[in-house]
């Protein structure tokens, strides 16, 4: 399976890079690799992560890497990538 990083991934995830790599530009490079070698093993088996509660569509999955949230959409050929934001905890959380 193919894995397509949508715009709205890119623009977060590159903000996310730039602010890393302010302070630690090296730290910056190998978050982006490990990111990139954690997608591998989930093109392989991609109905591995769980499934989001805020879509009613068993495509629509998502993975915690390091603090923040991943969503993707299983497609028939294709992986989309389309989410990218930091968890953070809710008064309700606690």
Do not use: W
């Not at 730290?27 to 591998?40: C, G, I, V, Y």
């Not at 093109?43 to 499934?51: G, V």
């Not at 934001?85 to 606690?94: A, G, S």
């Amino acid at each position: 399976m193919k894995i397509r990083y949508k715009e709205s991934f890119k623009d977060r995830f590159n903000c996310q890079l730039a602010y890393i790599a302010k302070d630690n530009p090296a730290n910056a490079r190998k978050f982006r690799d490990a990111l990139r070698t954690h997608f591998e093993s989930v093109r392989e088996q991609p109905y591995r992560c769980r499934q989001s509660i805020y879509f009613d569509d068993i495509t629509i999955r998502y993975f915690i890497f390091k603090g923040y949230i991943v969503v993707y959409k299983i497609r028939n050929e294709s992986i989309d990538v389309f989410g990218f934001t930091k968890y953070q905890l809710t008064p309700y959380d606690t």
